[in-house]
């Protein structure tokens, strides 16, 4: 296999295959943005968001632990301590990859909710939601239909409100499965 050559005419096709799938993510994000206009859902995904700054996955550990004693010590702890480990490799590809938000390219996104960081790739609010949702659920089965919804829309609160692009979501979403998995794995 030959590598790929800047100037060759493989590196041009894929130089313009990477441009036409950031435009095409750039149109879904903001096509996203549009369910922003309505003020029920700019305040449902904003609440989403804000919950899912930590307070709601703090408040979900919590009721398990009530729920469960000392039972759930462990599993809690760990699951903490997996978002910390989350908190490390988001901010470490943040700073790497210094890929902007979209509200900083896109004039148009309406935006209600202020960023926590400059950088969107990968969204650590998608990571938590993914992470502490499959070990919330492992863990209490019983708790999918609280656990479940508020992830999904956790993960979509930062399309529509314009913080985020798709591979954000995407990456974080699958970082957060893999610290969920190997978090499980340890119990």
Same mark, same amino acid.
Request: glycine share 8%; proline share 4%.
């Given at each position: 296999?030959?590598?790929?050559?800047?100037?060759?005419?493989?590196?041009?096709? @894929?130089?313009?295959?990477?441009?036409?799938?950031?435009?095409? $993510?750039?149109?879904?994000? $903001?096509? @996203?943005?549009?369910?922003?206009?309505?003020?029920?859902?700019?305040?449902?995904?904003?609440?989403?968001?804000?919950?899912?700054?930590?307070?709601?996955?703090?408040?979900?550990?919590? /009721?398990?632990?009530?729920?469960?004693?000392?039972? &759930?010590?462990?599993?809690?702890?760990?699951?903490?301590?997996?978002?910390? &480990?989350?908190? /490390?490799?988001?901010?470490?590809?943040?700073?790497?990859?210094?890929?902007?938000?979209?509200?900083?390219?896109?004039?148009?996104? $309406?935006?209600?909710?202020?960023?926590?960081?400059?950088?969107?790739?990968?969204?650590?609010?998608?990571?938590? +939601?993914?992470?502490?949702?499959?070990?919330?659920?492992?863990?209490?089965?019983? /708790? *999918? *239909?609280?656990?479940?919804?508020?992830?999904?829309?956790?993960?979509?609160?930062?399309?529509?409100?314009? /913080?985020?692009?798709?591979?954000?979501?995407?990456?974080? &979403? +699958?970082?957060? &499965?893999?610290?969920?998995?190997?978090?499980?794995?340890?119990?």
């Amino acid at each position: 296999m030959t590598p790929l050559r800047a100037g060759s005419p493989m590196a041009a096709r @894929c130089s313009r295959a990477i441009q036409a799938y950031l435009g095409w $993510e750039a149109l879904v994000t $903001e096509r @996203c943005n549009h369910a922003h206009r309505v003020r029920a859902l700019r305040w449902l995904f904003a609440a989403a968001s804000r919950l899912g700054d930590g307070m709601g996955w703090y408040l979900l550990a919590l /009721l398990v632990l009530v729920g469960h004693g000392a039972e &759930a010590v462990v599993p809690m702890a760990l699951m903490l301590a997996s978002g910390g &480990a989350g908190v /490390l490799i988001y901010l470490t590809i943040k700073r790497r990859t210094a890929r902007l938000r979209p509200l900083n390219r896109n004039q148009r996104l $309406e935006i209600s909710v202020a960023p926590l960081d400059q950088y969107s790739f990968p969204s650590g609010h998608t990571l938590h +939601a993914v992470n502490f949702g499959i070990q919330l659920v492992a863990f209490q089965p019983a /708790l *999918w *239909w609280i656990v479940l919804p508020f992830a999904l829309l956790v993960a979509m609160s930062r399309m529509v409100l314009g /913080l985020h692009y798709l591979s954000d979501v995407l990456v974080g &979403a +699958a970082i957060g &499965a893999v610290l969920a998995a190997s978090t499980l794995h340890l119990l």
